[in-house]
């Protein structure tokens, strides 16, 4: 990345952008001096070396490249120019009109990384708005990528299906990994071997799937043609409606995504 190149993130000191910023420092993208980081209330201490303010505009001016990482609901209070300058939303919801008109620039691009940013794991896909070059593209892909894996996808509505898909990250996994700890503490298990069984298997899960590049439904049908104690889980599993649980709550997360961009 050019060593010109300055970096600005509105809610630098917040999970998500904070998250980003120690990427950003761990990959060398850019250094701290050429780093601006916004913040509400008191005065962060970390990120040594950086600069940090309560003027979004100050930040705005002093940096070529802007990430806005508010939550949804505070975005109305953004109100910036940053004409001709590149800036990167990592809001839900939020569309890439909206952005263009808000912040006056024409060069904005929609991401959503995860939490697992924080851990170098996020899944970040992301679409860019014409205006934006190829350069442009390249600096989005070398953020995201130090944040874990990255796409860029053909339109607004992947990234709105992806908000509940990918967005969630650790959610539905936790979510799994919560009712599997439950059962297993209803059987006599202590929760510390409990916790401990469970963190391994979607561990272990991840990694194999990282490892092998193997499809989900490949497993599953490897373990169904076992017809064993698996193949009875799974198929106990979806005949209580598993399958149909996912599908919905994945629907009502595409539908929230869209109703937070109409309505903030």
């Known amino acids: 990345m050019s060593d010109a190149l300055k970096i600005g993130v509105i809610g630098g000191n917040g999970w998500l952008g904070g998250a980003i910023v120690q990427a950003v420092l761990d990959a060398r993208l850019a250094p701290p001096e050429e780093l601006t980081l916004s913040y509400r209330g008191e005065r962060p201490a970390r990120f040594q070396g950086v600069r940090w303010t309560t003027d979004n505009q100050e930040l705005a001016d002093r940096s070529d490249l802007i990430i806005v990482s508010v939550r949804p609901a505070h975005w109305p209070s953004v109100a910036i120019s940053a004409t001709g300058k590149l800036v990167v939303s990592v809001m839900a919801g939020i569309p890439l009109s909206r952005l263009t008109v808000q912040l006056r620039t024409d060069r904005v691009v929609r991401a959503l990384p995860n939490a ?9 896909p992301w679409v860019a708005s014409p205006a934006a070059s190829e ?8 953020i995201f ?4 894996s990255t796409d860029e996808v053909t339109s607004e509505a992947d990234i709105d299906y992806l908000t509940g898909l990918s967005g969630s990250g650790p959610a539905f996994p936790a979510l799994l990994a919560n009712a599997m700890m439950q ?31 193997e499809s989900p439904v490949e497993t599953v049908k490897t373990f169904l043609r076992y017809q064993g104690t698996t193949a009875a889980a799974i198929e106990a599993m979806r005949a209580a409606g598993f399958d149909a649980a996912v599908a919905g709550g994945l629907a009502a997360a595409f539908k929230k995504s869209v109703s937070m961009g109409q309505s903030s």
């Open 116 to 124: 697992a940013a924080e851990v170098g794991k996020s899944y970040t």
């Open 135 to 142: 350069r442009d593209r390249s600096i989005v892909r070398r």
């Open 145 to 148: 990528e130090a944040c874990g």
């Open 183 to 213: 059962n297993a503490l209803t059987h006599g298990l202590g929760p510390q071997v409990a916790r401990r069984a469970v963190a391994a298997v979607l561990i272990g899960t991840g990694r194999l799937l990282e490892r092998h590049g």
